[in-house]
């Protein structure tokens, strides 16, 4: 019902940038938080950021001062840019939406991109 699309990630080296996009389609009604979730290998899904449909953010202590969450309502798309990149940054980075359907509008229910790697190295 929601099809999520992510892209930006890849190879960056240590201070360096990256911008992570996330366009969502489909049957939707209305997107509510949007946000951004990495998981390092063995470790477990942690939140990054979200950003509610008021545009109030959230952000992950270890993420506060160098990424920055957005979204452009019109497009249906959230964003992160990623500034002052660190080793330990490295992740599969997760889109989700919280979002009601043509199918569901009455019951919002939450829905995962596939995942794009960003790996931080020299």
């Known amino acids: 019902q929601v099809q999520l699309v992510e892209g930006g990630g890849g190879l960056v080296q240590p201070g360096g940038s990256l911008r992570l996009s996330c366009a969502a389609s489909?049957?939707?009604?209305?997107?509510?938080?949007m946000g951004w979730f990495r998981q390092a290998p063995g470790k477990q899904r942690d939140l990054v950021a979200t950003v509610t449909s008021g545009g109030i953010t959230n952000y992950a202590d270890s993420v506060k001062g160098r990424f920055t969450i957005s979204r452009d309502n019109v497009k249906n798309t959230v964003y992160l840019q990623m500034n002052s990149l660190k080793p330990e940054d490295t992740a599969v980075y997760y889109c989700?939406?919280?979002?009601?359907?043509?199918?569901?509008?009455?019951?919002?229910?939450?829905?995962w991109g596939q995942g794009t790697q960003v790996t931080v190295s020299a």
């Open positions: 989700n939406v919280r979002a009601t359907t043509q199918r569901t509008p009455f019951q919002e229910y939450p829905y």
């Open positions: 489909g049957s939707i009604l209305r997107l509510n938080t």
